[in-house]
């Protein structure tokens, strides 16, 4: 099956800096996603990007479907960027394939 | 904004308890999830649901049931909890297709079975 690698695991920065989350995935896809699960532990859906680039913000998202990655952009980053960051990709079974995520910490 | 919202945000149960969660979703949305996450895990997909009365296994499906009678209501049922079904319950919804287009999620529902 498809497999999602997300880099980096951690990542601690200071206020302000910018940053850049990796998703590959092994396989082509139709419908990759990206969220964002707070430390209290809700997940919400940044992004629904399968190609292209999207913005919202200060975050965007750019994926290359033929290269079989993604990049998650955050600029100026706030302390309330912290918490986990996932890519879902879509299987063969028509399920979501889950990163490991990449925990950020933002330092005031 | 697509509202899923979950029963319970902390849950205690004992071992050999039935357990009940709930999920519903507000917004006419055909496709519902219910995932458990834990440290290290990730998150793993236990049962989905495409219609009314209808419910598809996923990865991890043993020790759980579903219940969709109505179209805004997902509900997972434990039938005999264990100690190793502690965990994080998040409970999803998205609109339609098999696709599975973008997902929105309940806040979660964290379980404890002593």
């Known amino acids: 099956g498809i497999q999602v690698e997300q880099s980096p695991p951690d990542l601690i920065l200071q206020e302000g800096a910018n940053s850049t989350l990796r998703c590959n995935f092994s396989d082509s896809v139709n419908n990759l996603q990206w969220f964002h699960q707070n430390p209290w532990g809700q997940l919400i859906n940044l992004f629904y990007i399968p190609s292209g680039t999207k913005q919202n913000g200060r975050l965007s998202a750019t994926t290359v479907a033929t290269e079989r990655y993604s990049l998650l952009y955050i600029s100026s980053s706030q302390t309330t960027d912290s918490g986990v960051y996932f890519c879902?990709?879509?299987?063969?079974?028509?399920?979501?394939?889950w990163g490991a995520g990449t925990k950020l910490i933002i330092k005031p | 904004d697509v509202k899923v919202t979950q029963s319970s945000r902390y849950l205690v149960k004992r071992t050999g308890e039935k357990v009940f969660l709930e999920c519903v979703q507000d917004?006419?949305?055909?496709?519902m999830f219910w995932y458990r996450q834990d440290p290290g895990l990730g998150l793993r997909l236990i049962y989905f649901?495409?219609?009314?009365?209808?419910?598809e296994k996923g990865d991890i499906p043993e020790g759980y049931s579903v219940s969709r009678e109505k179209k805004e209501r997902f509900s997972l049922i434990l039938e005999s909890a264990s100690t190793n079904q502690t965990s994080m319950y998040l409970c999803a919804s998205s609109l339609s297709g098999a696709s599975n287009e973008k997902l929105f999620f309940g806040s979660g529902t964290q379980l404890s079975v002593l």
């Open positions: 917004m006419d949305h055909e496709n």
């Open positions: 879902a990709v879509v299987g063969s079974n028509y399920q979501l394939i």
């Open positions: 649901s495409y219609d009314v009365k209808m419910k």
